[in-house]
């Protein structure tokens, strides 16, 4: 393996995380500061509380990384740091840390794209993974069906047409009462609960057989939760959950599927925080093996914000000679595939 150490800093949300990462694949450390205490008392993330958070909490988690992977700044030879997309203020404290770094250091810098860093953790656990292999994407701000064609190179097949994924599962998570952060709670209750006690709808778009949504189902729990409050029905939480997740989990299995077949690709991996859903991996996990396609998903850890699969990606880039300047900014809505 590679000798090339990177010192990675994720801040575009609500984590404050910093990892040390060998040849893009051994993690040496791996630290992440979560601020979801302090947001689940707003029942979300409130943007100028994570920028403060993260500036308060920077200097602390990338140096506990350097000390857990035994390794000095002087060390490493390169600083990779998030620059899009994400919140603007959270993603400024990582990409300011890592210029300062960087420029005190003569490291060189290497900004990394927060989805191609969600995408690359499955590098990580998986030493024998290369491209091509299709990716579903799923996470709060994102939901993309690809084909990575090569380290850094995408062919975007599909996206959401309004919500997110994870967005879904958030605004649903409140409707029913069970709060911030909503995906892992419903993943939770879910299991107490009948995924077939009420059929809500699975979507499709007409005209991109790819393409997602997810508001129409959003919607259809919200009609089913007042149509019950009129006729004075008594709600089952668990079961409404279970219900809308199997929805969530027929349209990302089928469409991933459907994916995977027509590409002729037989690798299938998943990234981002909704990734980490047991039922998702679960029926994934089924279909794929009864496909025979090789199924790859990161840890749940790895697939929830966090720096070592930024430090992944940075590895692929960095090897292509990917240098940036100090004039690098943080872009809030950078696509997959835009380069600073
Ligand atoms: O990838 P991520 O950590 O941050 C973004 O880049 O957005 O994803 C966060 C999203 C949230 O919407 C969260 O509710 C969802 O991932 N999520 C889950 C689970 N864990 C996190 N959704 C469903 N089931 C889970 N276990
Ligand atoms: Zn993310």
Known sequence: MSSVDILAIETSCD???????????EVLSNIISSQIDLHTLYGGVVPEIASRKHIEKINQVAGQALHEAGRNLSDMDAIAVTYGPGLVGALLVGVSAAKAMSFAS????VGVHHIEGHISANYIENKEL???FVCLVV????????VVRDYGEYEILGRTRDDAAGEAFDKVARAIGLGYPGGPKI??????????????????VADAVYDFSFSGLKSAVLNYLNSCEMKGIPVCQADVAASFQKAVVDV????????VEESGIDKFAIAGGVASNQALREALAEACRQKGVAFYRPSPILCTDNAAMI??????EYQKGVRHGYDLNAVPNLKLGDRA
């Open 15 to 25: 984590e404050t995380a910093a990892a040390v990462v060998r040849g893009g694949r």
């Open 106 to 109: 003569g490291i060189p810098l």
């Open 130 to 132: 290369e491209p091509p």
């Open 139 to 146: 996470s709060g701000g994102h939901s993309h069906l690809v």
């Open 187 to 204: 993943d939770k209750v879910s299991r107490q609960g009948n995924p077939d006690a009420i059929q809500f709808p699975r979507a499709k």
């Open 252 to 259: 990302l299995v089928e469409h991933s599927l459907m994916a």
């Open 311 to 316: 430090g992944a990606a940075a590895y692929y």
